[in-house]
Structures are given as structure tokens and as C-alpha cells.
């Protein structure tokens, strides 16, 4: 079985490097967002890569973890694991919510979301070196998209099969919902 895994915003697979599995991990590597389109959308071309005729399972962390509930409407995964991240919109922190209402992240330039690494440190909840390295090699216009996707995201249903893992540092999108269902 494959462990298909999709990494937090401007991540990419190395956040997984010490993540020590059964399962043969296989990263989802993003792709790049048509104009304007949603987070169901994306996940469904996104899910192209997995191989269907095998079982598997998803492993998604922060907006990666979006992407993974999506995944796991459309294809039913043997199981589902959402590392500091929310399942549904109503989840997300208020301050998101208030935000999306506004939307003015549209007007915004790509530049704006290059965090200074003491921000993005706070804000991820580690002072880990990867994450200079990682803040380094994000697609700032990736990363713009996915903030304002997230924005507009409506997910109303729990997914079957989920294991929930929230830390207490992550102020991105960790939820206080409970841990384990």
C-alpha cells in the first residue's frame, strides 16, 4: 500500500523526510492552479496521480490537509490522516473567516506573502532551518491562489476513516476540534 502525501503551503516533500511509515511514501507534488479555480478542482486534477488501482492512503498537513479531505470525497482512501489542519470550512479560525467576507487578497501582490522567517517560524509553531529553506523555494503566486482558495473553500461533511493530529505551536490552521475519530 502507498502512502500518498501532500505537503503544507509553500512545503514540499521534505517535511515528510523523518516521517518514518510502513507504507511506501509517494509525495503529491503541487501543481500549478488554473485561474480561479477552486480547491475541489484542484484536488480532483491533483488526484490523477494517485494510482486508483491499488489501496492507499492520504497524509495531508496544513493545506495539504485540504487538499487531502477534498482527495478523500472523491476517492475514498482506506485512510486519511490530517496533520495541523481543519476538515471542514467552519473550522477554520474565525479571523479567516472574517477575512474571506472582505476579499481583498485578490488586490494583493505575490511579494506580499515572502515572510520574513522569524514571522513564518512564529506562525508554523518551529524554528527548524528547513523551513528557511522551504520559505526560499515557495511559488509566491502558488502561494498567493492557495491563501485566497482557502478563503473561498466550503466543506460542509466530515470524511470517513480519519486520524486528526493537532499540535499546540502550528497558528496556521491547527484546529482544537478533537484529535482522534
Known amino acids: ?9 509553500g512545503a514540499d516533500q521534505r517535511v515528510y523526510d ?8 509517494v509525495p503529491l507534488n503541487w501543481i500549478k492552479p488554473h485561474k480561479n479555480e477552486s480547491l475541489k478542482s484542484y484536488a480532483m486534477r491533483l488526484s490523477q496521480n494517485i ?8 497524509i495531508g498537513v496544513s493545506f495539504g490537509g ?5 482527495i478523500s470525497k472523491i476517492l475514498k482512501p482506506e485512510f486519511t490522516v490530517l496533520i495541523s489542519t481543519v476538515e471542514k470550512s467552519s473550522e477554520l479560525p474565525i479571523h479567516y473567516r472574517l477575512i474571506s467576507k472582505i476579499n481583498f487578497i485578490k488586490f494583493l501582490h505575490p511579494k506580499f506573502f515572502n515572510l520574513p522567517f522569524i514571522i513564518a517560524s512564529f506562525l508554523f509553531g518551529t524554528k527548524n532551518p528547513l523551513l528557511k529553506d522551504i520559505l526560499k523555494d515557495s511559488d509566491l503566486s502558488f502561494t498567493k ?17 480519519t486520524l486528526r493530529i493537532n499540535g499546540t505551536s502550528d497558528l496556521i490552521l491547527s484546529s482544537k476540534n478533537q484529535i482522534f475519530k
Request: charged share 35%.
Open 145 to 161: 491562489w492557495a491563501i485566497n482558495s482557502l478563503l473561498k473553500w466550503k466543506s460542509k461533511e466530515n470524511i470517513e476513516n
Open 18 to 25: 523523518s516521517l518514518d511509515l510502513k507504507y511506501e511514501k
Open 51 to 58: 494510482d486508483k488501482d491499488e489501496k492507499f492512503i492520504i
Open 1 to 9: 500500500m502507498k502512502a500518498y502525501c501532500i505537503s503544507g503551503l
Open 66 to 70: 485540504l487538499i487531502a479531505v477534498e
